[in-house]
């Protein structure tokens, strides 16, 4: 049986053109090579498994190489290759940091420094996880690092360059390595899988490169499981997905059109199959914010490119781009996002989850109604009052048709809403010259000044027509909002409670007909007092009273017009309201229970039982 070695340490790079996806890093070491610039410490940071130790092990072996030729890659064949090959090489000194990091393993380490080599040019020192080195173990390092030997060169390796010190960092050649991209991890296991015999589906090794998040080393790993898993070296993406418990992003096209679509009852199945499946909620959630992530991106060609997906995934993101809106993407992208902020402190994950998509297959509905009450903002706001002309061609003012009378009520009751539907409606008034000279604006009656807020205007051919000859489709207009407008000859009426309830509910349906708030409706509809010539009205909340202040003036006209109380005023006040605390802690549970059933305390007695605290 031969012994399997991991592709790993089996494909990994020997030189500068076999190393994947940091053509900037490779192209820089070969030019200073081939120009003699190399510096005396170099720094190799970036993520795990994107070939921070294979390239200083290739920059070491090419700086040695005694046949290097124009294309600076190492030969493969002289002494100083071949000994590097066989792990037998004195020149070249590795060193594991996050094991040797005391100041005595660096003290070892520059009296080396002080020999020079036996064969080749240069001695080179590789320090890997260089960050796990102590204080101590840096200070002590510092002097030789800043000037060692002509011959000696210091290669530093790690994960997280902010834990080295500023003073270790401005004595190196920084280089940063980049997270290979998954279309070059998707190629690289495509040429592994040819040269091993393996017959790979290409979505299956691009789903396997978006799994390793940019590392080759873990995409070569799980590329070796896959191989084992799979029967007769057969490749494929249900198997890899099934092997690496990873969720379809099918699944989230179906979820997203069932959001888009209003659907909470497909969502909800869809996420109850996901979790059947052993999927973790957390998880479906950091996918699907990354799916609308991908949608939007989708929405301009400009950052199509930012898409790292399959170009079969890549075409259904933009057709479903195309069906879901950029309002409903980015506040789908707000709700999510908070429910994941929000996932591990919540009691009930999984209802956590179903809220919020119930909120995303709400959204649609939502947003809708904001664009149609947005729409009629504009068209209310391009809307400009109605004038007349006069026969002299002077614009005149408008004139406000007076509001219908209600019939009179009976029995001292209130009169109803209907009151104002069945009266019979009233002429408009309208003067009208009667020499061609006459060009000054008409003058409206006192009884019938011009209302604060105007809702009925007289047309051009209305005014010019004599008030015999109006049209009878006149008794549809809308009520005046004239609230101080009382009918020609009526008589003031005694300030009591009963005909101020009347005139109070009156002025409410009038409100209503003119499309008040509802705040001010339940204000209205309220229990008034009469303490002389003061109205007290107990309110719930600060809106209520805002909104009793809102409408004083007018409420206040209508009734002094209709009662005999010139210093008729309104007091509202907000009642306070008596906050009921439930119990709590188990010891206000067993009082409160106590309470209701007196004999739960000779039961405890008896028993010689406690409230557990």
């Known amino acids: ?48 498994g994107v070939g921070k130790t294979t390239c200083a092990r290739i920059l070491a072996k090419t700086i040695n190489c005694q046949n290097l030729g124009d294309d600076v890659e190492a030969c493969g064949e002289c002494e100083s290759c071949v000994s590097f090959q066989n792990n037998a090489s004195f020149n070249i000194h590795e060193l594991d940091a996050a094991s040797n990091n005391s100041v005595e393993d660096i003290r070892n380490l520059i009296d080396q420094v002080r020999y020079p080599p036996q064969t080749g040019k240069y001695k080179i020192y590789i320090i890997d996880e260089v960050h796990m080195l102590s204080q101590a173990a840096f200070n002590a390092f510092l ?5 060692p030997p002509s011959y000696a060169i210091f290669i530093l390796a790690t994960t997280e360059k902010h834990k080295i010190l500023p003073t270790i960092l401005s004595r190196c050649q920084i280089f940063d390595f980049n997270r290979i991209q998954s279309k070059d991890i998707a190629h690289h296991l495509a040429d592994i899988a040819k040269k091993e015999g393996i017959n790979a589906e290409h979505e299956a090794l691009e789903l396997i490169g978006q799994k390793a998040d940019g590392g080759l080393r873990d995409a070569l790993s799980m590329f070796d499981l896959n191989v084992t898993f799979s029967t007769n070296n057969h490749l494929t993406y249900a198997a890899v997905l099934e092997n690496l418990h990873i969720l379809d992003y099918d699944y989230y096209f179906k979820i997203t059109d069932a959001l888009t679509a209003g659907s909470i009852a497909r969502s909800l199945v869809l996420f109850d199959e996901i979790l059947r499946k052993g999927f973790d909620g957390h998880l479906f959630v950091i996918g699907l914010l990354e ?31 195309l069906m879901a809106d950029l309002s409903f993407l980015l506040s789908a992208l707000s709700i999510t996002g908070q429910c994941d902020i929000n996932y591990k402190s919540a009691k009930n994950q999984r209802l956590h989850v179903e809220i919020c998509l119930m909120k995303l297959a709400n959204l649609p509905q939502v947003l809708q109604l904001h664009s149609l009450a947005a729409v009629d903002e504009t068209a209310k706001k391009k809307v400009e009052p109605q004038q007349s002309l006069n026969q002299s061609g002077a614009v005149a003012p408008a004139v406000a048709a007076p509001a219908p009378q209600p019939a009179a009520p009976t029995n001292g009751q209130p009169s109803n809403g209907n009151a104002y539907a069945n009266a019979p409606a009233q002429p408009i008034a309208a003067s009208h010259p009667t020499t061609p000279q006459q060009s000054a604006p008409q ?33 549809n207009a809308e009520p005046s909002t004239d609230y101080a407008s009382v009918p020609n000859g009526a008589k003031k009426e005694e300030l009591t409670l009963a005909n101020l309830q009347r005139f109070w509910y009156e002025f409410s349906q009038k409100r209503l007909q003119t499309g008040n708030s509802t705040t001010e409706q339940i204000t209205l509809n309220r229990e008034i007092q009469l303490n002389g010539s003061t109205i007290e009205i107990a309110l719930d909340n600060d809106h209520q009273q805002d909104a009793v202040m809102n409408m004083r003036y007018e409420l206040l006209g209508f009734l002094k017009a209709r009662l005999d109380a010139s210093k008729l005023d309104i007091n509202p006040r907000v009642a306070p309201q008596e906050v009921n605390r439930l119990p709590y802690t188990p010891a206000e549970k067993f009082n409160f229970m106590a309470e209701k059933n007196p004999y739960l305390l000779e039961l405890k007695q008896a028993l010689g039982l406690d409230v557990d605290f």
């Open 143 to 147: 002097k030789t690092l800043e000037e």
């Open 443 to 475: 003058q409206a009656a006192p009884q019938q000044a011009a209302p604060s807020r105007l809702k009925t205007t007289v047309s051009l051919t209305q005014s010019l027509t004599p008030p015999t000859q109006q049209p009878a489709k006149q008794t």
């Open 1 to 48: 049986m031969d012994h399997f070695v991991v592709s790993a340490r089996k494909y990994r790079p020997v030189t500068f053109d076999s190393v994947v996806g940091q053509s900037h890093i490779t192209t820089t070491l070969k030019n200073a090579i081939r120009t003699n610039h190399l510096a005396q410490a170099f720094l190799f940071c970036g993520p795990r």
């Open 291 to 321: 799916h609308f992530r991908n949608l939007l991106v989708c929405k301009d060609p400009a950052t199509v490119t930012l898409l790292q997906v399959s170009e079969s995934a890549e075409r259904k993101y933009l057709e479903q781009s």
